[in-house]
């Protein structure tokens, strides 16, 4: 069976931290929220609590910066009402206070000392050593709007929340009922046998369509051979390889060039090296004369140390690089063990595993590379310096032909189709712009992927048009014989097919058929249709189906269907890990629950002035 990573287990704690975390995070991003006329406007009021405008602005800022972090641009709040944003953190806001009142109600609080261990163990407030500072303490505050008092009180309601969301969801569980049906459908396994029928068991070739057969499958199938509708484009284009056979490089560059790569095209004799650190001299020089009476390997050294070769591996290095241990490692003229020596982080052994000649790549060696380089990059800054020439040039009405004629551009015409992935339209930047050209839209400069640049026209829609047969004769010939073989293969797969059903004498055939047991709906067979499991998952034992391949036929016989051994470890983190998913659903619907019962009951009052002020002041 396939093995899943086991999730962690879902526990009050885990949700109840997680809660404050967030909580904690509304509270400490929003720097720069001013307040709104005074400390204690407010946009709402919920039951006996406040929603106060900075609250309020904060969340909002928070939301449109994260927004900001997502598309890679500043987003507007206009935008951020297009997504709701504005309404979702209301919604937030308005829960939050609605399980404040009922956190007041119930006498849920907290003591100093539990809201100081929060406070310090929070790392925006620590300091370079890891311990609380208290000057980031107060500018963290300052810049977000907050007094400390403010701020530990919210840490304070902050824990009382989840101290009431513990509450509510400690009795979630994962009920077998659940459990059960889900583990039999993902861990079920069945025993199948498939018989693959292929071209070589047809008793005679299938020859060649005449051409009235040819021309009616044409016919029947011709949504395979039609062209999708499309636009003819006429656009101009220049890339750094059409200029460079008129950019010279100076001698002089290419040198300069070498000398800056000189670490590239110079390099010292390296060794791929690992090593093995020990506590003190004595240690390492037991291991060594363990390695070298045979009794340990080096992995078996670093199996010991409670570590894995990945921990031991240096990479090629030079002498310079190992330092104190340079000189014992490349004394070395073969793979194998060098030390102890002492280096920096104590005692070491030091395996060689092989040895990299020093490289010498003279100028001349290394001209062409560089001469192409520097005309690459020569090309894409020419480009760059012509950019507002070609920009200014449509501007002033200039046509993409043109363009192309007052320029270096080179101008071209294509029957662009979504399929189409010649010349230009190689182009993934293209084809995204034909794509989205539309008729009356104005040419516009843009990059290619290789740094070269482009401009498009709109000329005519181009309609659904079927491909000439005469053009595909080859490919419509080579479908037409594919299916006459499918078509005889299935006939003799049916055949089987009855024969095993009935238990009467099959028809002759060469192929075996191969066994494949204790399958999961996740196996994956080579050379079998993806499907093949999934049908073989859908059947009852003893029943036989025939599946079409591309070119072949496959008959799958279910033999027996096994429910999943809970002994097996894969099996028993598969049932935690539903379990754990199934837990923490419940838990989050309880949740809701609660505090949607809580908020029918609680009398909720928003200023819509007032939020639609706080909404225009970001």
């Known amino acids: 069976m396939s093995k899943k990573p086991a999730k962690q287990k879902l526990t009050p704690k885990n949700i109840a931290a997680g809660f404050l975390m967030a909580l904690l995070a509304i509270s400490l991003l929003g720097f720069g929220v001013e307040g709104f006329g005074t400390r204690t406007a407010k946009v709402g009021t919920v039951g006996d609590r ?57 006498g849920i609080s907290t003591g100093d000392t539990t809201v100081q261990r929060e406070v310090l163990a929070i ?88 051409q009235a057969e040819l021309q009616a499958f044409y016919e029947a199938e011709i949504a395979n051979y039609t062209q999708p ?58 291991a060594r004369a363990r390695i070298d009476s045979g009794e340990a390997r080096f992995e078996d050294l670093v199996a010991e140390r409670g570590l894995d070769l990945d921990d031991t591996d240096m990479g ?80 002033g009405g200039a046509t993409v032909r043109e363009l192309a004629a007052e320029t270096d551009m080179e101008f071209g015409e294509i029957d662009w189709r979504p399929d189409l992935r010649e010349g230009i339209a190689a182009y993934e930047s293209f084809r995204d712009a034909a794509q989205s050209l539309q008729e009356g839209d104005f040419a516009e400069i843009m990059p290619l992927e290789d740094g070269g640049l482009f401009a498009l026209e709109f000329i005519e829609p181009l309609p659904e048009a079927p491909l000439p047969l005469a053009e595909i004769r080859t490919q419509v010939t080579r479908d037409w014989q594919n299916a006459r073989i499918l078509e005889a293969l299935r006939e003799q797969a049916e055949a089987l097919a009855t024969a095993l059903r009935d238990g009467s004498e099959a028809p002759a055939t060469a192929v075996a058929p191969v066994r494949f047991d204790g399958m999961t709906r996740t196996d994956i067979l080579p050379d079998l249709p993806r499907d093949l499991v999934e049908a073989a998952f859908e059947m009852s034992p003893g029943e036989i189906r025939v599946i079409d391949g591309t070119n072949r036929v496959h008959l799958v016989h279910l033999h027996d269907i096994a429910s999943p051994d809970l002994m097996l470890d894969d099996v028993a983190r598969l ?33 819509q002035q007032i939020i639609e002020a706080v909404q225009a002041g970001l």
């Open 575 to 607: 049932r935690s890990t539903i379990e754990e998913q199934i837990e923490q659903s419940i838990a989050q619907d309880l949740f809701a629950y609660f505090a949607a019962t809580l908020r029918e009951g609680t009398p909720i009052r928003l200023d």
């Open 229 to 286: 509708a499309g636009k003819r484009i006429e656009y101009a284009w220049i890339t750094p390889d059409m200029m460079i056979d008129v950019i010279e490089v100076d001698e002089e560059i290419l040198r300069e060039a070498y000398a800056a790569r000189s670490a590239e095209f110079s390099r010292p004799e390296r060794r791929l090296v690992e090593r093995l650190v020990f506590p003190d001299l004595q240690t390492a020089e037991e």
């Open 50 to 106: 406040d929603i106060t405008t900075n609250e309020y602005g904060r969340a909002l800022q928070n939301e449109l910066r994260a927004l900001q972090a997502q598309f890679g641009q500043p987003v507007t709040m206009e935008q951020a009402r297009l997504f709701g944003i504005d309404q979702m953190v209301l919604e937030q806001l308005v829960t939050s206070a609605v399980l404040d009142n009922e956190t007041d109600r119930l």
């Open 123 to 210: 790392s925006a407030f620590q300091g370079l050593d890891g311990q609380f500072d208290r000057e980031n303490y107060r500018f963290a505050l300052q810049n977000a709007g907050m007094s400390e008092r403010e701020f530990e009180t919210s840490i304070r309601e902050d824990i009382a929340r989840s101290l009431l969301q513990r509450a509510v969801i400690s009795g979630a569980s994962a009920p077998d009922s659940m459990v059960t049906p889900l583990l039999e459908f993902q861990a079920q396994t069945r025993d199948f046998s498939v018989t693959t029928l292929s071209e070589t068991e047809l008793t005679e070739p299938v020859g060649q369509p005449s």
């Open 316 to 395: 090629d290095v030079t002498r310079a690089q190992l330092g104190a241990a340079g000189d014992a490692v490349f004394a070395l003229d073969s793979p194998g063990i060098a030390g102890p020596v002492e280096t920096s982080l104590g005692p070491a052994l030091f395996r060689m595993n092989a040895i990299l000649a020093a490289q010498e790549i003279s100028f001349d060696e290394a001209r062409e590379q560089l001469r192409e380089e520097q005309l690459s990059d020569l090309a894409r800054r020419a480009l760059s310096d012509d950019l507002d020439l070609y920009e200014d040039l449509l501007a």
